[in-house]
């Protein structure tokens, strides 16, 4: 249809005439109501926004020498964390002389990895970065 009898139309019936497709050949219009097309549009996005989920990274940070109670109060911190779906970065801080015992730092990584088995999986190996050891916990995809 040509655009100025489309558009006389439109105007026939006390719409609007609004482009939906521009990059089609031809491109595409309808006739509708310009102002509720623009409020389903936007209740679209809201509706979508609602179903994103936003994963975030939470920190618990050991030292090669935390002492049991500690690092039970931490793994359980963790452990919470996993279960609400959140990804949780596991930081072993060494200061000076303790650089030469990074095999502690590792041990502990290793058995927070045991305990947190069952519900997350390791997303980033322990690894070294500067003066801390690090390892990256992601909560596993349960079948439904």
């Known amino acids: 249809m040509d655009t100025r009898d489309a558009v006389r139309k439109a105007r026939d019936m006390g719409l609007d005439l609004v482009e939906i497709a521009p990059r089609a050949r031809p491109p595409v219009c309808k006739i509708i109501d310009y102002g509720k097309f623009l409020y389903e549009e936007k209740k679209k996005k809201q509706e979508s926004k609602k179903k994103q989920t936003t994963v975030t990274v939470k920190e618990i940070k050991f030292r090669p020498s935390t002492d049991e109670h500690d690092y039970s109060y931490r793994a359980k911190r963790a452990l919470g964390w996993i279960e609400d779906g959140d990804k949780v970065r596991a930081t072993i801080a ?7 015992h990074r095999d502690l730092g590792r041990k502990i990584l290793e058995r927070l990895a045991k305990e947190l088995e069952e519900v997350a999986e390791i997303e980033v190996a ?4 500067g ?3 690090f390892t990256i916990f992601t909560p596993r995809k349960t079948t439904k």
């Open 94 to 100: 060494f200061r000076g002389r303790e650089m030469a």
């Open 126 to 129: 322990p690894k070294m970065e």
């Open 131 to 133: 003066y801390q050891m």
